[in-house]
């Protein structure tokens, strides 16, 4: 390897701190007297995928909102690394009902500055979207696939998706997101969605936003969260051995079990051989957040 | 070439997946030294994962010494994880006997010895995440 080769690799090599594409902080909003969203902290590193979730009602519509400029927060601010073009598919997929598919992704190339055709075409023909139907006449996920179609069309930089999967079949579900990854690889583009199919969010998100009355509970690096969180198996007790807090606690007649969170390094001490730890899924993780009672974030 | 799946809900993450998927590959031989691994597109297309996911594979696989990223040219196979040396292989073995007629002489048949076993290596695997 040539010295200058050597150089690059040796400079490469150095940790840096990743490519910051948002930063929010303290973002809230209020309608009325009512916050919807309050004290949001969190940034997002470019070409990163992040899942929004959260029950109905908990701020995901409003936080995508804020972030596509479309609501402006009470407090705080956001700010994005660089310039880029934000595309965002609303709740209600708008489309003009009297357009035709074709129709639609032409008032795309007229209304953006940047358009790639081929792009929104290539995802029209992945779907088996026929371009000379009227949009009043689609179905709930075709449409979907339309509004997804002119969103890419628009070469964006951030994709902001409110509920992207919520209306389509198993199939494509797997697909939109597979096609999502595929973009994301392709044009690094950095992806937040909001959702409620958490289970098919592994190995898909590598972030993860939690809300939970208009409170972020939990923002970070998916397998960072994961990795914080064990589920604990063994004879019946009160507590669960070692230090952790405890999310839930299930009680049989002859054993207990504890999800906690707890650094791994902290368990790695602990070791009562009484007591088993199971790795959690994102689904138990999201679930142990919601339904906990004593959450002191859900005023205001 | 590699092919990787990924178990959804499985608990283990995802880059943790495809990394125990190239041990196991170069441990029982599927690839070789200088073999390439399929590009972050491939099985971000073929998997439908995460390319940082995969990329954190490939790191974690790199600083492990197994494959190396060669710039423009993709990530290669750079290491073999055969069976340890035999000299470790048998003394480990002759632990592990030993180990057994302990766990026989307190009693345990040969379904507890190996839900011990599955628990301590479900423990260890959990531990190792981080």
Redesign the interface.
């Given at each position: 390897m040539s010295t200058s080769?050597t150089l690059?690799?040796l400079v490469s090599k150095v940790p840096e701190e990743p490519d910051r594409a948002l930063v929010v902080r303290g973002v809230g909003k209020r309608y009325g007297d009512r916050w919807a969203l309050r004290d949001c902290t969190f940034a997002l590193s470019a070409?990163?995928?992040a899942a929004l979730v959260g029950s109905n009602g908990a701020g995901k519509t409003t936080l995508l909102s804020i972030m596509a400029g479309l609501l402006g927060p009470n407090e705080g601010e956001l700010s994005w690394s660089r310039p880029g073009r934000v595309a965002f598919l609303a709740h209600d997929r708008p489309l003009y009902r009297g357009f035709s598919v074709a129709d639609m992704l032409c008032l795309g190339r007229r209304t953006n500055r940047v358009w790639d055709e081929q792009r929104a075409s290539r995802w029209l023909r992945r779907f088996e979207i026929p371009r000379d139907r009227r949009c009043g006449t689609l179905s709930g996920g075709q449409r979907t696939q339309v509004a997804l179609a002119v969103a890419l069309g628009s070469c964006p930089s951030v994709l902001l998706l409110d509920e992207p999967l919520s209306n389509l079949d198993p199939w494509a579900r797997?697909e939109v997101?597979?096609q999502l990854?595929?973009e994301?690889?392709?044009h690094g583009v950095s992806v937040v969605m909001s959702t409620h199919v958490v289970?098919?969010l592994?190995?898909?998100?590598?972030h993860l936003l939690l809300l939970r009355a208009g409170r972020l509970l939990m923002a970070g690096e998916?397998?960072d969260l994961?990795?914080n969180h064990?589920l604990r198996t063994g004879p019946r007790a009160h507590r669960p051995p070692g230090p952790g807090e405890v999310l839930w606690a299930r009680h049989f007649e002859q054993q207990s079990r504890f999800l906690m969170r707890s650094?791994?390094?902290v368990?790695?001490v602990v070791n009562d051989p009484r007591w088993?730890?199971?790795?959690?899924?994102l689904?138990?993780l999201v679930l142990a957040y919601l339904s906990r009672q004593e959450v002191g974030a859900c005023s205001g | 070439m590699i092919e990787f799946r990924?178990e959804?809900?499985?608990?283990?993450?995802?880059?943790l997946?495809l990394v125990e998927q190239v041990r196991q590959a170069l441990r029982l031989g599927w690839v070789k030294p200088g073999d390439r691994l399929p590009t972050?597109?491939e099985v971000?297309?073929s998997?439908?994962?995460?390319?940082?996911?995969v990329l954190?594979a490939y790191r974690e696989l790199e600083l492990a010494g197994l494959v190396e990223a060669r710039?423009g040219a993709g990530t290669f196979v750079s290491a073999g994880l055969g069976s340890a040396d035999p000299a470790v292989m048998a003394r480990l073995r002759a632990q592990l006997a030993k180990w057994v007629q302990g766990a026989r002489e307190a009693g345990l048949d040969d379904e507890d010895i190996r839900a011990l076993l599955s628990?301590a290596l479900?423990?260890v695997?959990?531990?190792g995440?981080?």
């Amino acid at each position: 390897m040539s010295t200058s080769a050597t150089l690059r690799r040796l400079v490469s090599k150095v940790p840096e701190e990743p490519d910051r594409a948002l930063v929010v902080r303290g973002v809230g909003k209020r309608y009325g007297d009512r916050w919807a969203l309050r004290d949001c902290t969190f940034a997002l590193s470019a070409g990163s995928v992040a899942a929004l979730v959260g029950s109905n009602g908990a701020g995901k519509t409003t936080l995508l909102s804020i972030m596509a400029g479309l609501l402006g927060p009470n407090e705080g601010e956001l700010s994005w690394s660089r310039p880029g073009r934000v595309a965002f598919l609303a709740h209600d997929r708008p489309l003009y009902r009297g357009f035709s598919v074709a129709d639609m992704l032409c008032l795309g190339r007229r209304t953006n500055r940047v358009w790639d055709e081929q792009r929104a075409s290539r995802w029209l023909r992945r779907f088996e979207i026929p371009r000379d139907r009227r949009c009043g006449t689609l179905s709930g996920g075709q449409r979907t696939q339309v509004a997804l179609a002119v969103a890419l069309g628009s070469c964006p930089s951030v994709l902001l998706l409110d509920e992207p999967l919520s209306n389509l079949d198993p199939w494509a579900r797997r697909e939109v997101l597979r096609q999502l990854l595929v973009e994301v690889a392709d044009h690094g583009v950095s992806v937040v969605m909001s959702t409620h199919v958490v289970t098919e969010l592994d190995g898909v998100a590598d972030h993860l936003l939690l809300l939970r009355a208009g409170r972020l509970l939990m923002a970070g690096e998916t397998d960072d969260l994961l990795a914080n969180h064990v589920l604990r198996t063994g004879p019946r007790a009160h507590r669960p051995p070692g230090p952790g807090e405890v999310l839930w606690a299930r009680h049989f007649e002859q054993q207990s079990r504890f999800l906690m969170r707890s650094s791994p390094m902290v368990r790695q001490v602990v070791n009562d051989p009484r007591w088993t730890s199971q790795p959690v899924t994102l689904q138990d993780l999201v679930l142990a957040y919601l339904s906990r009672q004593e959450v002191g974030a859900c005023s205001g | 070439m590699i092919e990787f799946r990924i178990e959804r809900g499985s608990g283990l993450p995802a880059y943790l997946q495809l990394v125990e998927q190239v041990r196991q590959a170069l441990r029982l031989g599927w690839v070789k030294p200088g073999d390439r691994l399929p590009t972050v597109r491939e099985v971000v297309s073929s998997c439908g994962v995460n390319p940082n996911t995969v990329l954190k594979a490939y790191r974690e696989l790199e600083l492990a010494g197994l494959v190396e990223a060669r710039q423009g040219a993709g990530t290669f196979v750079s290491a073999g994880l055969g069976s340890a040396d035999p000299a470790v292989m048998a003394r480990l073995r002759a632990q592990l006997a030993k180990w057994v007629q302990g766990a026989r002489e307190a009693g345990l048949d040969d379904e507890d010895i190996r839900a011990l076993l599955s628990t301590a290596l479900a423990e260890v695997r959990v531990e190792g995440i981080a």
